[in-house]
């Protein structure tokens, strides 16, 4: 079995060359989104609860489209450019999962992010069979 991706440009118009989702089995790749706003067709710089709610509102929308949501994702990563805002991320972030069905996950300090955003987040979700 191949590989398929997933590219919805209503959902992000940062460009680049890449899909927004790789389906490979029952595993879902989904790559890392950035706070951009595909309305205004720009990235929406903000602070971290802004910018963690972009990402995971764009996160959410490609998992939509694959009839997947938030209880599905089985690992997380997140790149932040300053850890000291962890616990006001990790507020927002914790809302979009099912009580108790929280992923693996794992949080790195990096020195920067494209177009000065401040956090990025990519995951994978696994599809059940029925």
Do not use: W
Request: glycine share 8%.
């Amino acid at each position: 079995m191949s590989a398929s991706r997933h590219h919805n440009s209503a959902v992000s118009k940062i460009g680049g060359a890449y899909s927004h989702a790789v389906v490979d089995g029952d595993y879902v790749f989904l790559s890392g989104q950035l706070a951009d706003d595909a309305k205004h067709r720009r990235v929406a710089i903000g602070d971290i609860v802004d910018e963690t709610r972009a990402a995971m509102e764009l996160l959410q929308g490609v998992l939509a489209d694959l009839g997947l949501d938030f209880g599905d994702v089985v690992k997380v990563n997140i790149y932040m450019t300053d850890l000291d805002q962890f616990d006001r991320m990790n507020e927002i972030y914790a809302a979009y999962f099912p009580a108790g069905r929280f992923p693996a996950r794992t949080t790195v300090g990096v020195a920067r992010l494209l177009f000065g955003c401040h956090i990025e987040i990519d995951c994978v979700a696994r599809r059940r069979q029925s």
